[in-house]
């Protein structure tokens, strides 16, 4: 238990140390957050008595810190342990901060958004890669946690977070992935970084086989027989079948196919693995058949590879998380780089309650059951008395004479607004003139 509390101490301090300017307001912001069940507004984080300053602290704070991120990312990768299996395992994922009436944020843009009522939504779009520590529950740590920006695409994005992450891990990284990423841009942008990729490609698409040998004549071919994932009359034997019993889903039969490639990425081969139950009638995962691609070098066995993969869906989780608890789409800031710094808070709080999980004395509400293993929404519950008892490496607020407020006759002038951005190809063609 002290060795637990030690732990969460000193990740507190250090992470203190790496919030930069207005770091004590920034960290007693993110401890009233942890700590506050409901909110209205950003202000209202202020009447939390963890938060010792004034209201509009919170605002500055968000406008002055500067958490560095590297840093950020380096005190995460220490606290993964040791015997952490073979892999540390990733999942990969973006999601969306809505901002439909906020005409003068900069480098808004027009999103995906998985709900039934409206499938695109404008607002900024945060690219996410995550520890997943657990075979089974909720928990997703985020490693980093950062905006993409009017320039880039998820997928670039993406790219450069898992680089980024390769270099500091001390053991090989397996990263999961969701079918966007399913593509050549993803397998070329990633073929020199030191990481195994396993991704969930769509039902309808197409791969290709070696080209064989050269027959001596006319350019060498880049690509062999066409496997369509739909059409089961273009494939050909699979290199190994299993089947599993697995006491939830019922018998499953597990396939893999080598030596496959992209089309646009014919120098990056792959091994392809179709998932099916023999009963799909039964309720639960997996109705539909689900194919995966493994892009590496070591490739663990069929019989558990399909299995890591639903560990994925454990950053959909994190989502959900600190949009409902940790109030990340709440605050309605005025530029992207608050939005970020806000963002950045996001990470910190959920690996404080990662360490407390243990620790924290359970509080549950009367119409919740106990909980043997802690999901981060119970711990979030339970951080006041815990927080209260270690205390907080933030120095108390200094008194300072009040400010002279908007000089009498200086004119105010109306934000500037931002037209929205939109990505993808042009679908402009040029067409040729006729001659009459």
Not at 87 to 101: E, L, N, Q
Not at 289 to 317: C, N, T
């Amino acid at each position: 238990m002290n060795t637990s509390i030690n732990q969460l101490t000193e990740f507190r301090t250090r992470a203190y140390n790496c919030l930069g300017f207005a770091k004590d307001a920034a960290f007693e912001l993110s401890d009233a957050v942890l700590t506050t069940r409901n909110a209205t507004c950003l202000a209202d984080f202020a009447f939390s008595p963890l938060f010792r300053r004034q209201w509009y602290s919170v605002y500055e704070c968000l406008q002055d810190c500067r958490p560095n991120a590297n840093k950020l990312m380096e005190l995460y990768l220490e606290q993964i342990p040791g015997d952490e299996a073979e892999y540390i395992t990733v999942g990969i994922d973006h999601t969306t901060s809505p901002r439909p009436h906020s005409p003068t944020l900069k480098e808004r843009g027009y999103h995906h958004q998985p709900s039934a009522h409206r499938k695109v939504t404008i607002g900024q779009s945060y690219s996410t890669i995550a520890w997943i520590p657990e075979e089974k529950g909720s928990w997703a740590l985020p490693l980093r946690h950062e905006r993409i920006t009017s320039f880039e695409k998820s997928i670039s994005k993406a790219a450069w977070q898992l680089r980024q992450v390769a270099k500091k891990a001390n053991k090989p990284v397996l990263a999961l992935l969701d079918s966007e990423y399913g593509n050549a841009s993803w397998a070329n942008q990633t073929a020199d970084i030191e990481a195994d990729c396993l991704i969930r490609i769509r039902s309808n698409c197409c791969l290709w086989a070696e080209p064989g040998k050269y027959s001596g004549r006319g350019r060498p071919r880049k690509h062999g027989a066409k496997f369509k994932l739909n059409e089961q009359s273009t494939w050909w034997s699979a290199c190994e079948t299993v089947q599993i019993q697995d006491p939830k889903l019922g018998e499953i039969k597990v396939r893999r196919w080598s030596q496959l490639h992209f089309r646009n990425s014919p120098s990056i081969g792959m091994n392809l693995i179709l998932v099916e139950r023999i009963d799909p009638n039964k309720k639960g995962l997996l109705q539909k058949p689900l194919w995966l691609v493994f892009i590496g070098q070591k490739m663990p066995s069929i019989e558990k590879i399909w299995s890591k993969y639903l560990r994925r869906f454990a950053v959909d989780h994190w989502y959900r998380f600190i949009k409902q608890r940790l109030h990340w789409t709440l605050p309605a800031l005025g530029t992207p780089h608050q939005c970020e710094r806000w963002s950045n808070l996001m990470p910190l709080m959920t690996w404080q309650l990662w360490l407390a999980r243990d620790i924290v004395k359970e509080h549950h509400l009367p119409w919740q059951k106990p909980q043997s293993n802690l999901t981060p929404g119970r711990v979030a519950q339970s951080m006041l008395g815990l927080l209260v008892e270690i205390g907080t490496p933030a120095l108390p607020p200094k008194p300072r004479g009040k400010s002279p407020g908007w000089k009498s006759g200086k004119k105010r002038r109306k934000r500037t607004r931002y037209p929205l951005v939109k990505k993808g190809k042009s679908t402009y063609k040029k067409t040729k003139n006729k001659k009459t």
